[in-house]
C-alpha cells in the first residue's frame, strides 16, 4: 500500500508539472491582463509599469521558475481581478461545485444500477426497451440543451394543448401534461446554511436543495445514459458466465444470483470508469453552471478566460489535475476492496 501510496505521488507531481507547463504555455493566447485591469485612458508608460511590476514582462522560464517556487510553498499567486490569492478565490467557489457534482452522482448511482440491472433480467421487456431508447437520446442531447429544457419546463412552466378541451379526457389530459415554474433556475438561493470556512452548503435546507435540484439533473443527465448502458451490458455478460448457471443449477435464489454473485463483478469495470467520469463531471460543470449561473469553479473559470486573470487559470487547472489524481486513487484503492485478488502494486502475489 506505501508503495503504491508512493507511486501515485509521483505520478502527481508529474501532472501538476505538465498541467502548470501547458498553462504557462498559452498565457500569452488568453489575452492581455493589464487590458482589463486598466481603462483606456491610462497612458502606455503606466501599463508598462504595472506590468513590471507583475513580472509580466519577464522570459516564459523566469515566470514560470517564479511561480513554481512560490507554489511548493502553497502560494499560487495573486487573483488580477478579485485581488486576493488565487487558492482564496478557489476555496471560495469549489463547495457549489462539489455539492453539484456530489448531488449528480448520487442521481447517477440511485437510477443507472437498479435500471442496468433491471434492463439486463428482462431485455426483452417494453420498459427495457423504453430505457434503452431514452438512453440513446440522453447520450445525443448536450447537456446545455437539457439544462435549457429543464428550465422551460419546471422553472418557467409549459400549457399542454394536445387534446380538444371537450374530449372526455381532453382538459384532464392537458392539466396533467402541464407544468407550473416552481422550481429555481438560478444561482444557489439565499437558504446557505454556513458549515466551516468558504463552506456554505445547499444540502441543508429545503430551499438549498430546490435550488441544486435542476443543475443536479442536468449534470447527471451526461453520464446516466452511459452508465446504465455499461451496467445493463456488463450484467449480461455477467448472467452467461459458467459460476452463474452453476449457481441457477444448485437452485439458489434469482434474487440473490443477481444482486449478490452477478452484481458484485457486474460493477468492477463500473467503478473503474466511474471513477474517470466522476472526475470528468468537475469539467462538465462548465456548462450547466453557465446556464444555471451557478457560482463554482466551473463559471469562475470562464471569467477568469473573459478577464485574462492568469493566475486564477493556472491555479484552476492545478487543483482540477488534484481531483482527477486524487479521484483516481481512491477507485484503485475501491477496486482492491472490491476484487481483493488485485493487486495495487501490480507485483505478482
Known sequence: MIAFLTKRLMHALLVMFVISVIAFAIQDHL???????????????????????????????????????????????????????????????????????????????????????????????????????????????????????????????????LFPESSAWGGWLNAALSTRG?????????????????WDTNLASLGGLKHLVLPSIALASIMLPLFIRLIRAEMMEVLQSEYVKFARAKGIAPR??????????????????????????????????????W?????MFLDAIHRADIPLIVAYLMIVGVIFVITNTLVDLIYGLVNPTVKLTGKPA
Do not use: C, W
Request: no cysteine; net charge neutral; charged share 10%.
Open 31 to 161: 489575452g492581455d491582463p493589464i487590458q482589463q485591469m486598466v481603462g483606456q485612458s491610462v497612458p502606455e508608460s503606466e501599463r508598462a509599469a504595472l506590468r513590471h511590476q507583475l513580472g509580466l514582462d519577464a522570459p516564459f522560464h523566469v515566470q514560470y521558475l517564479r511561480f513554481a517556487g512560490n507554489a511548493l510553498q502553497g502560494d499560487f499567486g495573486y487573483s488580477y481581478f478579485y485581488r486576493e490569492p488565487a487558492l482564496e478565490v478557489i476555496a471560495r467557489h469549489l463547495p457549489a461545485t462539489l455539492e453539484l457534482v456530489f448531488g449528480a452522482t448520487l442521481l447517477i448511482v440511485l437510477l443507472s444500477v437498479p435500471i442496468g440491472v433491471y434492463s439486463a433480467i428482462r431485455p426483452r421487456s417494453l420498459l427495457s426497451r423504453f430505457f434503452m431508447g431514452v438512453s440513446i437520446v440522453g447520450i445525443s442531447i448536450p447537456v446545455f440543451l437539457t439544462a435549457i429544457i429543464l428550465i422551460q419546463i419546471f422553472s418557467i412552466g409549459v400549457t399542454v394543448t
Open 182 to 198: 416552481s422550481m429555481p433556475s438560478f444561482g444557489r438561493g439565499q437558504d446557505l446554511v454556513h458549515v466551516v470556512g468558504h
Open 256 to 293: 440473490r444470483i443477481h444482486f449478490l454473485h452477478a452484481l458484485k463483478n457486474t460493477m468492477l469495470p463500473v467503478i473503474t470508469v466511474g471513477g474517470v467520469q466522476i472526475g470528468t463531471m468537475v469539467a462538465y460543470t462548465i456548462l450547466t453552471e453557465t446556464v444555471f449561473q
Open 295 to 299: 457560482p463554482g469553479l466551473g463559471l
